[in-house]
């Protein structure tokens, strides 16, 4: 057989070094050349992860079996000898940027499993790559972006069970200092970014706008390479379908946290709409998980307390060490609280203003009396607070603590107004009112924290609207957590308080809670999970929007914004793309067929968007099921899976 | 209930009783009465009863220090703040001592009603209520008293005759508190009646979910395909609410005249579109969110009201009695709408469960059939793991009154209708799992089991029609193409295994036998396939979807 010459470039000899001719036949095998090719080049190192790229056919050849004349490899063709894994710059949901090395030879679906793996997320199959957002740029701000970097930590290839230590933590963070840093990065939430940062990010503003970032996701069945992604370029990683299988706190600690911070950006971006109210709880919930964050790890053990025998353990264990007698006939009374205040009920005209009187707080509702020395007589009036409204008016500005009760009786709504003379008596008596509303007693355990939230949101007044710091300890800047059309509506200090009263509800939650609390909203959130493509449908002559979520297609009117009609998956018979015309046609039952054609993404995006909710919907047969990689392929990768 | 004396007795003993600490006592164990209220008390002599936890506490404060010291225990040292260095079984036991009368204090200040039902056939039943019992656990309660066939439909309805409103307790609710929230003067009444919108969104999820669709289709939905919704809306992360909107009227406060609105549900509450805006979601206006108020069907108001029709509905809090300013007073078109927006906002008042904290784990709901009953009572799983800890005695005024002690000793016998050959379920081991338990079997027989029907229609299903001109496809399979995932085994620690359950088809089904299902080589090198490719799916109903997948690619090939 003639022997002829292939050439093949070799990074290490050096970007200017010519390339490297070896002298092969027609029937060596790949494997034979890269043998050539190790020698000839003289250097000692591990050659394993290296592999030959095709440049010119855009394809690696990584059988080693096969020979060139298999492959299609004959004297004109440039081979590429260069690693399989290269450094990859991953800007992750949480806004930071990780390096680490992925796999370029790999279907991408394959190389996000690889990454997931390296960053601890369970079920990668929800995830993908996108290509970020061309910047209008001049801005140098690559230099500035800090870069947490993982590219010294192995990438396992392998599908054992990853070491995870006592606190959760995957073994192989722990090899140095910084892997550990990047841990905590990646598992605990960021800080609320400054309103600037928020102002300065892109929001879509139109479904058609919402439309363009799906034109952005790479093919995951074709390599990185092969997508033209180069050494060291940028990739978003991004949860792609929205259907979060199997979510245990305990072991999600990374998947739980990326997807609080993607949910968290959706909000703050306006990616997903939501109403005032909505955006008031989500920004109580977020400054709550900021805080909890500092103190509170995702997956420590939650309070033992949730066992009564133990809890009247420790109760009994706190009665032995004091252990008199009045001490605890104390602990089982209710403790109270007495004080001046001040009461004005709008709805009486007898009153007129605030008037003082003795208040006494106890068990559930609140008495007043004349004076202290009447305090023993028949109260001028007794109210349970018993599932009543209790909301804040408060202003630090002006000393103004008032707690406005809204008090049901059977017939109707008592208006009733309470004036604290500060910041200390409002908190108690808040945390008192709020702990009642809800049913429970001063001797709730949760009364001493629920005071302390209280001060801490008092402080968030205190702290100077207008500066821009991230989340420090106590005080925060409102704007930070809510969308810039809430920071344009309100100022920072009429936020403040209808935070605070969302608050409320939430301030009790553990980080986990508060975590999960946080992305069921944004789950019911009735435009969840739905990604947009403008197409246009066979016969039609406008541009229309399609909607694709976990259960349904949805068609909708792209000026108005309306949902025409709604497909739902389970009435599905088939679908098909037609590669050549680039049109997807889907078959319903009852002899329902659509066609239409993508306009701002390619059809395979489409095309896969629909197996691969097909597929996520397959999972779960048993907990510990390996990802069925194949069918994955099968049902997104078009012809190239066939 | 010596015993409780006894250790009263003990532990003022030990506590060195003072004055202070009597009158301290008196007052906790004034709490204890039974709250009388004047709910229909069936008999005289309840009130002329004094409370058995209140003597002993009298007794006790009015000796200053007995010493009746129980042989079974020594005796701590009297000052108890110098304890004995070496005995720790002391110190056990009086642990255990100070624990049973916390826990026997605790059980003394449970509030107990006297609750009169009305039947449907007029007559009335009398029964007490304590403040830790469910509707759950009282219509379970009734479900012995009465001959009633048991099944899901039945419900505990309250009514208002002032207001003219009605409504349904959910099962996970306690009850003494809306019954307590009513005036002395009340007329409203409490009826055990069957309803059928109690459960409608779990036997037709489609009416609410699939609203828009035209009504035929909603009427001929798979059974299958029922499940699926359900599965997709109470069985994830969070349950999802219905995405109701439409124009409805309001009155407008304080007003007699009723404005027509554009209303949508979200689980945060209920919106309208103000005026001259569109309805995204900006632009909604809160009218109410579900924290505080439940939803009332409201009769006749067009007479009382002027309300254009009589679909009426109110959001109120419980406490309201009367008319007043602060109740939202809606009206529908026409019936359907009524239900669909009574029927959402109750769903949405369920999705705002509390999230898993340690006492209620976060459970899977079991598929299908079952998972109506467990959805409405996310809440009462709190209840009842408590009580695991806290068994409840008898309550103390048994004696007096006809009904016996509400522990229901054996959930109601399931009715199986059509299950001939089933086995009946077995009993449940214990009391408490058994209230746990109680749950599901009501629910079992209404549900429309999945007829043996099903299983004959499957083979035509199954069989690949002949590919469609296109190219290359196979086909997905209506519903099964979709299996919904199995319950996490894992996340039902409370919810019992639903005794006799209509169980999913069978998972083989017949038709699985004889399709050539595994002998197939994974190659495909059959004749490359054209260009243009579909993917496709069938149905992983028998288990192993690849090799279903495997037998409809070669059908597809032996076809070319």
């Known amino acids: 057989m003639a022997v002829w010459d292939l050439s093949v470039m070799v990074e290490e000899l050096g970007p200017e070094a010519p390339a490297l001719k070896v002298s092969v036949t027609s029937d060596l095998h790949v494997g034979g050349v890269i043998l050539k090719i190790v020698q000839k080049t003289d250097i000692k190192k591990d050659w394993s992860d290296h592999a030959l790229w095709w440049e010119q056919k855009q394809q690696w050849l990584l059988k080693p079996a096969w020979t060139l004349d298999k492959c299609g490899v004959h004297a004109d063709a440039r081979l590429c000898f260069t690693p399989q894994h290269k450094p990859l710059r991953l800007g992750l949901p949480n806004g930071a940027t990780v390096s680490l090395r992925a796999c370029f030879s790999s279907p991408v679906f394959r190389s996000i499993m690889g990454i997931c793996r390296l960053l601890n997320i369970r079920h990668p199959e929800e995830l993908s790559l996108l290509r970020p957002a061309e910047e209008k740029k001049k801005k140098k701000d690559t230099a500035q972006e800090e870069l947490y970097d993982l590219t010294g930590v192995p990438l396992s290839a392998g599908l054992g069970a990853v070491v995870t230590l006592s606190d959760g933590m995957p073994a192989h963070f722990a090899e140095s200092p910084e892997a550990e840093a990047v841990y905590k990065m990646l598992s605990v939430s960021q800080p609320a970014p400054a309103p600037e940062t928020i102002n300065k990010l892109y929001r879509p503003t139109s479904v058609v706008e919402k439309a363009q970032v799906n034109s952005r996701w790479l093919d995951s069945s074709r390599s990185l390479l092969q997508q033209g992604v180069q050494e060291n370029s940028k ?282 609390r946080f992305l069921q909203i944004w789950q019911a959130l009735p435009d969840f999970g739905v990604s947009y493509f403008v197409v246009r449908f066979k016969g039609c002559r406008k541009d229309e929007v399609l909607g694709i979520a976990n259960n349904r297609l949805i068609r909708i009117d792209l000026g108005v914004g309306d949902v025409v009609k709604t497909w739902r998956y389970n009435t599905m018979k088939q679908w098909n793309v037609n590669w050549d015309i680039r049109q997807v046609a889907i078959e319903f039952n009852g002899n329902v067929n659509i066609a239409f054609s993508c306009l701002t993404a390619d059809c395979k995006i489409v095309h896969e968007y629909i197996g691969g909710y097909i597929f996520m919907s397959t999972r779960g047969k048993e907990p510990g099921e390996t990802l069925n990689e194949e069918l994955f392929h099968k049902l997104t990768g078009g012809h190239e899976a066939l | 209930d010596n015993d409780l004396d006894a250790l009263m007795a003990d532990l003022m003993a030990d506590l060195d009783a003072t004055e202070k600490l009597a009158a301290e006592k008196k007052a906790a164990a004034k709490d204890p009465h039974p709250t009388l209220e004047n709910l229909h008390l069936p008999s005289p002599d309840h009130a002329s009863v004094p409370a058995p936890p209140l003597p002993p506490a009298h007794r006790a404060s009015s000796v200053p220090v007995p010493t009746p010291v129980p042989t079974s225990a020594p005796a701590p040292a009297p000052s108890s703040s110098t304890n004995p260095p070496s005995a720790e079984n002391e110190e056990q036991a009086k642990a255990d001592k100070i624990k049973l009368a916390l826990e026997k204090l605790k059980e003394a200040k449970v509030k107990k009603l006297v609750v009169k039902v009305e039947m449907t056939n007029g007559s009335s039943k009398t029964l007490m209520v304590d403040e830790r019992q469910t509707v759950r656990d009282v219509l379970d309660n009734l479900f012995e008293k009465t001959h009633c066939d048991c099944n899901v439909d039945w419900c505990l309805y ?254 109601p016998p399931p009715p199986l209708p059509n299950k001939g050959g089933l086995p009946p379920p077995p009993p449940p081991s214990s009391v408490t799992k058994n209230r746990g338990g109680a749950l599901p079997p009501a629910p079992v027989e209404d549900f429309p089991p999945p007829p043996p029907l099903d299983d004959g229609e499957l083979p035509p299903d199954f069989m690949p029609p002949p590919p469609p001109a296109a190219g290359v496809g196979f086909y997905l399979h209506g519903g099964e193409a979709l299996p919904p995932p199995p319950p996490d085994p894992v996340g039902l620690p409370l919810a019992p295994p639903p005794p006799g359950p209509p169980p999913p088809p069978p998972p083989p089904p017949p038709v699985g036998a004889p399709a050539p299902r595994p002998v197939l080589p994974a190659k495909r090198e059959g004749p490359a396939p054209p260009k243009r490719t579909t993917p496709g799916l069938s149905a992983p109903s028998g288990g192993d979807f690849m090799s279903e997948l495997m037998v409809a690619m070669q059908k597809k090939r032996v076809q070319q």
């Open chain 1, 235 to 516: 990739l978003l990683l991004r949860f792609k379908y929205f259907s979060f299988y199997d979510l245990v706190p305990k072991v999600d600690v990374v998947r739980l946290t990326q997807l609080y911070e993607q949910a968290r950006w959706a909000v703050l971006l306006e990616e997903i709409e939501c109403t005032e109210e909505e955006m008031m709880l989500f920004a109580a919930l977020q400054y709550h998980i900021g805080k909890v964050s500092l103190t509170e790890a995702l997956v420590t053990p939650s309070p033992a307390m949730d066992d009564l025998d133990f809890a009247l353990q420790c109760l009994e264990v706190k009665m032995d060490g004091e252990s008199s007698g009045v001490d605890m006939l104390e602990s089982m009374t209710a403790p109270q609280l007495h004080d001046y205040l001040k009461i004005f009920r709008p709805k009486r005209l007898t009153l007129k203003g605030y008037k003082q009187f003795w208040f006494t707080f106890k068990d559930m509702s609140i008495s007043y009396f004349k004076s202290k020395e009447e305090s023993f007589r028949e109260p001028i009036q007794q109210m349970n607070l018993k599932g009543c409204e209790v909301t804040p008016d408060v202003s630090v500005a002006n000393q103004k603590f008032c707690i406005k009760l809204l008090i049901p009786e059977p017939d109707g709504m008592n208006e009733v107004c309470l004036r604290c003379e500060n910041e200390q008596q409002y908190s108690n008596w808040m945390a008192a009112c709020r702990l009642a509303s809800k049913g429970k007693t001063l001797a709730d355990s949760s009364y001493p924290s629920e005071v302390q939230s209280i001060r801490s949101f008092l402080a968030m007044q205190r702290s100077v609207p207008g500066s821009n710091d991230a989340q420090t300890d106590e005080s925060i800047n409102t704007h930070s957590l809510v969308s810039p059309r809430y920071q344009k509506k309100y100022k920072a200090k009429q936020l403040t308080p209808r935070i605070l009263e969302s608050y409320q509800n939430v301030a009790q939650l553990s980080l986990t809670d508060a975590v999960q």
């Open chain 2, 158 to 411: 309250e009514t208002n005759p002032e207001l003219q409103t009605e409504r349904g307790f959910e099962d996970h609710e306690n009850l003494v508190e809306p019954l307590s929230a009513w005036t002395r003067d009340s007329e409203n009444k409490v009826l055990f009646r069957e309803q059928e919108d109690k459960y409608a969104v779990f036997k037709n999820p489609q009416n609410f979910y699939l609203w828009k669709k035209d009504k035929k289709a909603l009427k001929d939905m798979k059974d299958k395909d029922k499940e699926l919704l359900l599965e997709e809306n109470f069985c994830g992360s969070s349950i999802i609410v219905p995405d109701l909107e439409g124009a409805l009227y309001l009155k407008e406060d304080g007003k007699k005249s009723w404005k027509q609105r554009y209303f949508l549900l979200r689980a945060s509450g209920i919106y309208y579109v103000p005026k001259g805006k569109t309805k995204t979601s900006r632009d909604l206006v809160s009218l109410v969110n579900f924290d505080n108020v439940n939803v009332y069907y409201a009769k006749e108001y067009k007479a009382k009201y002027k309300a254009p029709t009589d679909f009426c509905f109110i959001l109120k809090h419980p406490q309201i009695q009367k008319e007043s300013q602060y109740i939202k007073y809606l009206c529908c078109d026409d019936h359907r709408a009524m239900t669909l927006w009574v029927t959402g906002i109750r769903v949405a008042k369920v999705s705002k469960a509390p999230i898993s904290s340690p006492l209620t784990p976060r459970t899977r709901i079991s598929r299908g059939p079952t998972a109506h009953c467990v959805v409405f009572s996310t809440g009462s799983r709190c209840t009842r793991t408590t009580r695991l800890t806290q068994p409840l005695p008898p309550p103390p005024l048994m004696d007096v009154l006809p009904p016996p002690p509400p522990d229901p000793v054996m959930p």
